[in-house]
């Protein structure tokens, strides 16, 4: 037992990554039915202007976050305008492989830029500690990244249901051209929610470099991935969804790593994902309507 | 008109530019040539072809085994040569690059080399042994780790040219449980890199070895290269009670591995291969995490052998106080087990090396002692490296 919950900690911290990452497919999946592919690439961008923050700037970690937080957000904006917006009328796969490409150029501009080589994270900037629980161990990277995540994602829901933008961005997702007839500026609201998932993302970034130690370019792919899988299993587009998602994914990994085969880590995550899109397409938070993919 | 005479001028300069710093190469090969300590007075020398990494992604393996082998070459030019002959080192630069590596040896064979010695990484080893293979010229590979080097993949022969100084890698394996098995350990888990041949290899040998022993492997699990999370498995491995964990694998992976392991509070010691030796280990895991940790390795230029510890001294001297790595060691064995086949067969004929080559025994190198098997393998010693509070320690030399 003692063991069973050890694991789920492990777990919720894990899923803590997954959970942030998966919130900016979902808010931009919800506004304007894009699969952002190049999300977990704006990880990777927020891990290292984190780090340059801390090595090069000599801020704390929260400053680092906060930083990262900023430029990804910027940077979002741009990949929108830049990428996505001439293709908003286009069909959907077009702009489903431009994410695709975006995905690439960052990579390869940060291997070009900074080499493919990993950095490590400033082990000094957040040293570990250990606290024991009557058997149970817990660092404060954990409850660091629990409880971060824990706040974004409380912040969030508050600005999605109590201030106007956020009513808007609901409107924009319901439909859009009807939203624009009520007089929302469609391409604000598009620019806040890359601007907000991006951020989200970077935060990601962050606590990944400052909870696993080590950064790389081509990083933000696995998690990408893994994150989108609790974004479908949440319900894309449902932001409580991507959130539980992400958590049940970290647990699931966990479990099957901690009680079975660590081998088969992977395929149970993917095997979820066919599991849910054959059995509850919609995600455990959605409802039904045979729309969506 | 003007314009064109303009870019004419332009090209010409730029080839007179381009002649100009081939040229500089030339020079440049030449004055190490002569670098020697050159007191040839009869006019026979045996050409040794150095084919190495000296630019490119590998440029500090194959510089640090030039220096090795230039020192050896030096030693026993200095020493009057072999079979009374001196030693002309050729030294070419492959820029890293298996292509260039298989065409500098085509040009070496055409230079008459006895013997080519390097490259150092496995992929330009392999790209070189069908051109001289074909001339019946030997290959001694200093450092190329991978099992498909003497031996055929395809038909599981031997290739009759090629040699290493090396041990191969799976050979990790059996060092390490031979050093658990000493340290009085009878229970051990491993934790390997599935997707690597490299570690599933070292992990297959560390079992069979181990398990000869008298141990029990209670526990084993993998994770793949990229990982960054292992705590659900260190938990479960943590469950099962073992007093040693082995975990071949590259420091990207280990390093945050022993780091998860020591927060789980997984103290008993833990073990690995040389894919360890990163300075990324002790800064990613802390020397906290580190301490009863252990790898195994080539050489350690802190060994007390006497040996190594002449080789140390010799090299520091020639270098600016520069400490040799394992690269720098094993080409000076290179050439070295090259000079002792020389004198055994009595002739600097690449036939005669080559059958001496294939029967060296006993052959006393800085990396140990050496007989070839049958596979052009050496049988060797080889060292486990401890961490003490960050530090690199050489903890002991295992013979197997």
């Keep these: ?293 | 008109m003007k314009k064109s005479f303009k870019r004419k001028a332009i090209s010409l300069l730029t080839t007179a530019l381009l002649l100009g710093s081939l040229a500089g190469c030339g020079n440049g090969e030449t004055s190490t040539e002569d670098g020697g300590t050159n007191t040839a007075t009869s006019g026979e020398t045996i050409k040794i072809g150095l084919n190495m990494e000296l630019s490119g992604d590998t440029a500090s393996y194959g510089s640090n085994a030039r220096d090795g082998a230039m020192l050896a070459i030096n030693e026993l030019n200095a020493a009057g040569g072999v079979l009374g002959m001196q030693i002309e080192p050729i030294e070419r630069d492959n820029k890293s690059d298996a292509a260039e590596a298989a065409t500098l040896s085509a040009a070496l064979i055409g230079e008459e080399i006895a013997v080519q010695v390097g490259p150092l990484t496995s992929g330009c080893v392999n790209a070189s042994i069908p051109v001289l293979s074909e001339a019946g010229i030997p290959i001694v590979a200093p450092a190329a780790t991978a099992a498909n080097i003497t031996v055929d993949p395809d038909t599981n022969e031997v290739r009759p040219y090629v040699f290493r100084v090396c041990f191969i890698d799976p050979f990790q394996g059996t060092l390490m449980a031979q050093f658990a098995l000493d340290s009085g350990y009878t229970t051990a888990a491993i934790y390997k890199d599935t997707s690597s041949d490299y570690s599933q290899g070292l992990a297959e040998s560390f079992k069979t070895t181990f398990e000869a022993g008298g141990g029990t492997i209670v526990a084993e699990e993998g994770f793949t290269s990229g990982d960054r999370d292992f705590r659900a498995t260190l938990n479960k491995i943590k469950g099962t009670n073992p007093e040693f964990l082995y975990v071949p694998g590259y420091y990207q992976e280990v390093a945050p591995l022993i780091k998860q392991a020591r927060e789980a509070g997984i103290t008993i010691p833990m073990g690995g291969g040389d894919g360890w030796d990163s300075p990324d280990t002790l800064s990613v895991a802390g020397a906290d995490a580190l301490n009863n940790c252990f790898f195994t390795n080539h050489y350690s230029s802190e060994d007390a052998d006497e040996k190594v510890v002449a080789f140390v001294t010799a090299y520091k001297a020639a270098y600016n106080d520069k400490t040799p790595d394992a690269f720098a060691a094993l080409g000076y064995d290179a050439i070295m087990a090259v000079a002792s086949a020389i004198e055994s067969a009595g002739s600097a004929d690449p036939q005669a090396i080559t059958d001496a080559l294939a029967s060296l025994t006993d052959f006393e190198g800085v990396t140990g002692t050496m007989t070839m098997d049958e596979q052009h393998n050496p049988i060797k010693a080889g060292v486990i490296i401890e961490y003490v509070d960050g530090a690199q320690v050489m903890n002991t030399r295992i013979e197997p």
């Design chain 1, 1 to 293: 037992m003692l063991n069973f919950i050890q694991q789920l900690i492990n777990g919720l911290s894990l899923g803590a990554i997954y959970a942030l990452i998966a919130l900016g497919y979902t808010m931009v999946y919800g506004i304007i039915k894009l699969i952002n592919f190049a999300h977990g690439d704006i990880m990777m961008v927020g891990a290292y202007v984190g780090f340059f923050s801390i090595t090069l700037l000599g801020t704390n970690v929260w400053v680092a976050m906060l930083f990262a937080m900023l430029t990804c957000a910027v940077l979002g904006i741009i990949i929108e305008k830049v990428a996505y917006k001439p293709l908003r009328n286009s069909t959907r796969i077009a702009a489903l492989i431009t994410a695709i490409g975006v995905s690439f150029f960052l990579e390869y501009i940060m291997v070009f830029l900074l080499g493919a080589t990993q950095r490590v994270y400033p082990a000094d900037a957040f040293p570990t500690q250990t606290y024991h629980f009557s058997g149970l161990l817990m660092t404060n990277k954990d409850i660091f990244v629990i409880a971060s995540a824990v706040f974004l994602m409380i912040i969030l829901q508050l600005f999605i249901k109590k201030t106007r933008t956020g009513k808007a961005m609901r409107a924009v997702s319901l439909d859009q051209d009807a939203a624009s007839l009520m007089g929302i500026n469609v391409n604000h609201i598009i620019s806040v929610t890359f601007a907000i998932g991006s951020a989200l993302a970077a935060a990601a970034g962050v606590m990944y470099g400052v909870f696993y130690g080590t950064i790389n370019p081509l990083m933000g792919m696995v998690p990408g991935i893994k994150a989108f899988v609790a974004a479908v299993l949440g319900g894309i587009g449902i932001i409580p969804g991507a959130m539980a998602g992400g958590f049940l994914l970290g647990i699931l990994e966990t479990m099957v790593s901690g009680y079975g085969n660590s081998l088969f880590r992977d395929a149970a995550a993917y095997g979820v994902l066919i599991l849910i899109l054959l059995i509850k397409p919609t995600g455990l938070f959605g409802e039904k309507s045979g729309e969506k993919i």
